[in-house]
């Protein structure tokens, strides 16, 4: 089945530092690829879609200078969360597909926090 | 504004129970339906994804029921396992190619 890989799977950093998550299909062609947020015993919330070669679409209160998002490539997207604060600690997780028909697959998810 | 609701929010049974979790929605115009089960600090794993056209699916123990007119899904868990013990997800599309809204989970318990 197709694969969603999402790493690094865990990280501690300090205030202040960009970190730098990816999130890769495997076995198929992301045209879309799609990040989540999820706050402990929370629901996940949507923050962007992002399209190969295109702009990602941020949710409503995402801020995009502060999470950046790459989808360079179909097989590749990134999210950076620049100058990290501890408010910014949570689970980021990531899903892809490579049709609007078809389900989505997700990651394994990032924990980060931020001290 | 589509919203997802489920119900309860934690569950605790003995093993072997059969047991049904409850998720409503507020706007019926769905184009489908699907149940995660998501362990703690994992991903989630796609259970069961049902159609609008459909009324239910079925894998294994699992099977999922949609009346959309109602803006009601249940999943359905015959002869519960430990191993079923996980936070369960549902989660609504209203179109092809639009965001999924997902509910606020059930943590599941089945006690040995």
């Known amino acids: 089945g197709a694969v969603v890989s999402q790493h690094p799977s865990w990280v501690i950093c300090k205030s202040g530092t960009s970190v730098k998550i990816e999130c890769r299909s495997l076995?198929?062609?992301?045209?879309?690829m799609f990040w989540y947020r999820q706050f402990p015993k929370q629901s996940l919330m949507l923050m962007a879609t992002?399209?190969?070669?295109?702009?990602?679409?941020?949710e409503q209160g995402v801020e995009k200078d502060k999470f950046l998002i790459n989808h360079a490539s179909l097989t590749l997207s990134t999210l950076t969360v620049t100058s990290a604060h501890p408010e910014d600690s949570s689970f980021y997780i990531c899903?892809?597909?490579?049709?609007?028909?078809?389900?989505?697959?997700f990651g394994d998810g990032t924990r980060l926090s931020i001290l | 504004k589509q919203e997802v609701t489920q119900i309860p929010a934690a569950l605790s049974v003995p093993e072997g129970e059969n047991l049904v979790l409850n998720c409503s929605f507020t706007?019926?115009?769905?184009?489908?339906l699907q149940w995660f089960r998501q362990d703690p600090g994992k991903g989630l794993t796609s259970l069961l994804l049902?159609?609008?056209?459909?009324r239910e699916q079925t894998s294994g123990r699992l099977n999922a029921s949609l009346d959309k007119s109602s803006g009601r899904s249940t999943l359905y868990i015959a002869a519960s396992q430990p191993g079923d013990s996980a936070t369960y997800l549902c989660?609504?599309?209203?179109?092809?190619?639009?965001?999924?809204?997902f509910g606020s989970g059930t943590r599941l318990s089945i006690r040995p």
């Open positions: 076995d198929f062609q992301a045209t879309t």
């Open positions: 992002s399209n190969e070669g295109s702009k990602a679409t941020y």
């Open positions: 706007d019926s115009a769905i184009y489908n």
């Open positions: 049902i159609q609008s056209s459909q």
């Open positions: 899903s892809a597909h490579d049709s609007p028909k078809q389900p989505q697959h």
């Open positions: 989660a609504v599309s209203n179109s092809s190619a639009s965001k999924i809204i």
